[in-house]
């Protein structure tokens, strides 16, 4: 079962705008993760953040963590059409690999 | 460095049929897992091995195995495929147990008729 909810599902900008997709979870974590996927292909790692960390940034991507409320948040500054992808949030508990991955949000980046 | 290599990419089985995946990951990676994608389920997760020994296992039928081999190379099998199974199975490799982060295959998607 899916521990991740993710909003919106879908999310169509033009290029240079910003694209914010947020993820909830249900139980307590170790750290969150962002991956990304393109169009039936494997996952691509983005960014980790570690349960006692609020924000982190790498690049275009901004990540916040908010663990009263279970739930995160990827912003992509100045977006790019190769942004155009699937992004998940992952939650894993420590101790292992098994990672929990939410829904997904289907970003459309168009020129 | 290679990254984590998937085959096959491609396959169409029938019913009742059995299949196997392989999966070679990172060199020098102990951890690998594999998830199952579908569009109505998402990614779920269905075993991770480490050093050769099953180390967590996810909620599906023991049609669905694995093992891992001393290279660190891996495979799945499902066995009596049913029209459900089809989907595309991901493998991911990690270097140390704990850190979470995967690097995953290009998948094998397999069509069940």
């Known amino acids: 079962s899916q521990q991740g909810e993710e909003d919106p599902q879908a999310l169509s900008i033009q290029e240079g705008e910003n694209a914010t997709m947020n993820c909830s979870y249900k139980t307590s974590i170790n750290n969150l993760q962002w991956y990304r996927q393109n169009s039936g292909r494997g996952l691509v790692h983005l960014i980790l953040i570690r349960s006692n960390e609020r924000e982190k940034h790498s690049g275009r991507l901004r990540v916040t963590l908010d663990t009263s409320k279970k739930s995160s948040s990827l912003l992509i500054t100045a977006s790019r059409a190769a942004d155009t992808a699937s992004y998940f949030c992952a939650t894993g508990p420590g101790g292992g690999n098994k990672l929990t991955f939410g829904t997904g949000t289907q970003l459309k980046v168009e020129l | 460095k290679a990254g984590v290599t998937q085959t096959p990419r491609y396959l169409i089985k029938t019913r009742g049929q059995q299949v196997t995946l392989s999966c070679s990951p990172i060199s020098g990676h102990r951890s690998v897992s594999w998830y199952q994608q579908t569009p109505g389920q998402g990614l779920q997760f269905l075993f991770e091995?480490?050093?050769?020994?099953?180390?967590n296992k996810g909620n599906f039928p023991g049609r669905f195995s694995g093992r891992q081999f001393s290279n660190s190379r891996s495979e799945m099998n499902v066995s009596t495929l049913e029209l459900g199974d089809s989907a595309l199975y991901l493998c991911?490799?990690?270097?140390?147990?704990?850190?979470?982060?995967?690097?995953f295959g290009a998948g094998s998607r397999l069509t069940v008729l």
């Open positions: 091995y480490f050093s050769e020994t099953q180390r």
């Open positions: 991911a490799s990690s270097g140390t147990s704990g850190a979470n982060v995967l690097t």
